[in-house]
């Protein structure tokens, strides 16, 4: 009985090593293998094929010259992320791949983050830009002014009287006012139309004084008759009240002296914000003139645009800062880059940031972190021209050049 259950024993012992054998030198399982084939193609705008990312599972892969990538994979079902700077990222869920088999024909069309959607022609270029619900105003330098109705996009007048050289240009419809700055006019002037007849207006008063070299200008309907006419030449602030409700409307304006020249402003409750070139931005009290704090910036402030607690500044050659103005006694220039071209206008509605960047072009940016901005898109000079100006408005950018004025749609 003994030798038996010795016997038993050896034989499982015999039984258990055939078994190990067997397992070591088994082959491994193989991972089963398909492929996705597919071709990404651009439909507008500047990128580079080659530099699309697409991602899928952990494998990141770029296309070649012609959009055309081929991919190896386990058999499964995937999801797939394809990204380009400036363009609309686009996810493609539910790839099924299957062993020795291609799942073929997956072809994307990328499309810029921002589209050309309408064209607005001028006979000079176009200086500055002014927008409301229904009209664009357009300042055109060396010649007059011209303004579209932007729900037709048609052309309502293009004013060829009285005007050298329009350079900027604003209006408070609800009074059926238009002010228009003369630059080189005799002398420079802001001119004043009447344009209760949209497509013929009329020439109706001129303020003169104090209005030689004006960089940039603002106005404030007080609803009452009254508007605040604002704006800056060299070192100077200039500001005065244009009354409708008076026959002589213009009496003349007042001025703060600030150290060096400025350009262009913001007025936000009780204060002011200037570009002030080469000494960066400075905080003034609006009443007295007062300045509260200067941030200097690497470039030169040529614009700014104040959103929440934050100074968005148009640095010319150094692109844009954007500085912490919550204390704004001793704001903090937490942000800054550098952009091609001279920066030298800013706009920003909800998050979106939009730079004019002269030979540059137009460069948007998403400022849902304020302190972070990420660059969205841009649209080079050798598409749209030289750029002067920018309005953001419900997801178009209107953008100022030397060719004309763009209208351009945000795809979020």
Request: aromatic share 12%; glycine share 8%.
């Amino acid at each position: 009985e003994e030798k038996m259950r010795t016997k038993i024993l050896l034989h499982l012992m015999v039984l258990l090593l055939v078994i190990f054998l067997m397992n070591s030198c088994a082959k491994p399982n193989e991972t089963v293998i398909g492929y996705i084939q597919g071709n990404i193609a651009l439909n507008g705008g500047f990128g580079d094929v080659e530099e699309v990312l697409i991602q899928i599972s952990e494998i990141n892969v770029n296309p070649d010259d012609n959009g055309d990538f081929y991919i190896a994979l386990a058999s499964g079902t995937y999801d797939m992320t394809v990204t380009l700077s400036g363009y609309k990222s686009q996810i493609i869920t539910d790839i099924v791949v299957n062993k020795d088999e291609t799942t073929a024909d997956i072809n994307i069309s990328l499309e810029p983050v921002q589209n050309i959607i309408a064209f607005f022609e001028t006979e000079g270029y176009a200086r500055d830009i002014f927008l409301t619900d229904q009209y664009l105003y357009i300042a055109e330098d060396q010649t007059y002014f011209s303004i579209y109705d932007i729900i037709s996009d048609t052309l309502i007048c293009h004013y060829e009287e009285d005007i050298e050289n329009a350079r900027l240009i604003s209006a408070v419809e609800d009074e059926n006012l238009l002010f228009v700055y003369d630059r080189y006019g005799s002398p420079g002037g802001i001119m004043v139309f009447d344009i209760t007849d949209i497509s013929n207006p009329l020439l109706i008063n001129s303020i003169i004084g104090q209005t030689g070299g004006i960089e940039d200008m603002k106005l404030n309907s007080l609803n009452d008759g009254r508007i605040d006419v604002l704006w800056t030449h060299e070192n100077k602030y200039q500001f005065g009240v244009y009354d409708t409700n008076e026959i002589n409307p213009w009496i003349g304006s007042f001025d703060f002296t600030l150290p060096n020249s400025i350009m262009g402003f913001e007025v936000a409750d009780t204060l002011l914000y200037f570009g002030g070139e080469q000494l960066g931005l400075y905080i003034a009290h609006r009443e007295t003139g007062e300045i509260i704090s200067t941030t200097d910036t690497p470039g030169e402030a040529l614009d700014v645009k104040i959103v929440d607690n934050y100074a968005f500044v148009a640095d010319r050659h150094e692109g844009f800062a954007v500085i912490d103005i919550s204390d704004v006694e001793t704001p903090i220039k937490i942000y800054q880059e550098d952009t091609s071209g001279y920066a030298q206008a800013i706009d920003a509605q909800d998050n979106y940031l939009a730079i004019a960047s002269g030979g540059g072009g137009v460069y948007l940016y998403d400022i849902s972190d304020k302190e972070n901005p990420q660059f969205l898109d841009r649209i080079d000079d050798a598409e749209i021209g030289y750029t002067y100006k920018v309005i953001i408005r419900d997801d178009f950018v209107y953008v100022a050049t030397r060719n004309g004025v763009y209208k351009l749609e945000i795809n979020p």
